[in-house]
T-cell receptor, first 112, second 117 residues
Framework: DAKTTQPTSMDCAEGRAANLPCNHS???????VYWYRQIHSQGPQYIIH?????ETNEMASLIITEDRKSSTLILPHATLRDTAVYYC?????????????WGAGTKLIIKP | GAVVSQHPSWVICKSGTSVKIECRSL??????MFWYRQFPKQSLMLMAT?????????EQGVEKDKFLINHASLTLSTLTVTSAHPEDSSFYIC?????????????FGPGTRLTVT
């Protein structure tokens, strides 16, 4: 069962910051939050991940609330090529293996 | 980031035939690989986890005799869809885990589109 809930779709204007929310209220203390995106008919692309602290890389920033029950992925200057489905994922440990639990994703459409 | 390749990128086969899909980690060794299936407008569904040199672990509801997984080396895993039927038509995506330097990162292949006629 998915451990995350996300809005089904969002629009964002090109050049503006895209803020994608995610709820993961049942996350456990040692479970990471991952974000991947999938452009139509391609494999998922890793964006960022975090545990407790906010994280930033060349693609995005990840803001995790102090209680860890929700997070926000920020694309600082969205371009048309950022149009994709964005998945917020919790990584769990299952029978000695790490497993990514995928949610339904948010379809982000960047508009000119 | 690390690169994972899949071959073929798309395949069309007739009902009743078998299809093999290859997944390779190109610049790292992967003791663990994953196979996912994705139907249109849906999220990825984990089918099985394969560990090099041992039998794959299948998720509930996935028939291990229909979806044969072989992970014979640290850079190659194969998924064979046996006696394929139209309902097996889907987007199959593999993923490989990179544990270099103590990290645990998962990289995805570009996917294979299977159409069974």
């Amino acid at each position: 069962d998915a451990k995350t809930t996300q809005p089904t779709s969002m629009d964002c204007a090109e050049g503006r910051a895209a803020n994608l929310p995610c709820n993961h209220s049942t996350i456990s203390g040692n479970e990471y939050v991952y974000w991947y995106r999938q452009i139509h008919s391609q494999g998922p692309q890793y964006i960022i991940h975090g545990l407790k602290n906010n994280e930033t890389n060349e693609m995005a920033s990840l803001i995790i609330t102090e209680d860890r029950k929700s997070s926000t992925l920020i694309l600082p200057h969205a371009t048309l090529r950022d149009t994709a489905v964005y998945y917020c994922i919790v990584r769990v440990r299952n029978l000695g293996n790490y497993q990514l639990i995928w949610g339904a994703g948010t379809k982000l459409i960047i508009k000119p | 980031g690390a690169v994972v390749s899949q071959h073929p990128s798309w395949v069309i086969c007739k009902s009743g035939t078998s299809v093999k899909i290859e997944c390779r980690s190109l610049d790292f060794q992967a003791t663990t690989m994953f196979w996912y299936r994705q139907f249109p407008k849906q999220s990825l569904m984990l089918m099985a986890t394969s560990n090099e040199g041992s039998k794959a672990t299948y998720e509930q509801g996935v028939e291990k005799d229909k979806f044969l997984i072989n992970h014979a080396s640290l850079t190659l895993s194969t998924l064979t869809v046996t006696s394929a039927h139209p309902e097996d038509s889907s987007f199959y995506i593999c993923s490989a885990r990179d544990t270099w330097g103590g990290r645990v990162e998962q990289y995805f292949g570009p996917g294979t589109r299977l159409t069974v006629t």
